[in-house]
Every structure is written in C-alpha cells, then in structure tokens.
C-alpha cells in the first residue's frame, strides 16, 4: 500500500515512540531548528519538509531518507516496528532453557568480577 509523505512522517516518528514536541526537539539539537507546529503541519501535510529537515530526521531515527520521501528505499523503519513489537511481546521461557539461562548468568557474572559482597569486608 502506497503512503503519502505526511503519513511516512507520522509513522517514523510514532515507531521511535517520540511525541511532536519531543522530535522537535531532537531535530534542533541535531542542527535543524523547527518547532512543535511545524512538525505538526508537515505531517498534516500543511507543509512540505525542506531537505535539511528530512536529512536531520533520518538521522535522528535512522530511517532512510529515500523511503521517508518517496516511499520507496529501505525497509528499515519496518524493522525497527518489529523489534519493538518484539522487546514489548511478553517474554515466555520455554522449560529447556534453563541451562542456557544459567550459561548466561554465568558470563555475566564473569564480566562483572569478583561478588565483593561475597568476599566479605576486611
């Protein structure tokens, strides 16, 4: 199904979970000043985004830049979608995953050192 540049803005911004405000800001920390309302009119399609704009939005989000205006690129912004949908999916361990689990602690614990509360104070 064929998006519009106001709906490909929409949907790259509610993927990475930021608000209007909070993507405004991000922006004009990465160089390109626009505010909240402006966000807005461009994904109401009120506005066109000026390049500089698309260019600071792909990099803010990773998404690619080609998909964002023409619809076609790259399909990375559905990736991220699917992580996302996957990291908020309940997590089911299965019954044989135990000694995996345990391997894991493991290197962690390797990882971190020594337990000093295990080695006692002095």
């Known amino acids: 199904m064929q998006t519009t540049l106001p709906e490909r803005l929409n949907a790259v911004r509610e993927a990475a979970g930021l608000s209007q405000r909070k993507l405004a800001e991000r922006i004009t920390r990465d160089g390109v000043a626009v505010s909240t309302q402006t966000v807005m ?7 066109v985004p000026p390049a500089d704009y698309v260019a600071a939005l792909s990099c803010v989000l990773s998404v690619d830049a080609a998909w964002v205006v023409l619809g076609a690129g790259s399909d990375a912004h559905r990736r991220l979608e699917a992580i996302r949908a996957i990291l908020d999916a ?7 995953a135990s000694p995996v689990l345990d391997a894991v602690e493991a290197v962690q614990r390797r990882k971190r050192g020594p337990d000093r509360r295990a080695q006692g104070s002095g």
Not at 41 to 47: A, I, S
Not at 90 to 96: K, L, W
Request: proline share 14%.
């Open 41 to 47: 009119r461009y994904e109401l399609g009120e506005r």
């Open 90 to 96: 309940p997590v089911v361990i299965a019954p044989n």
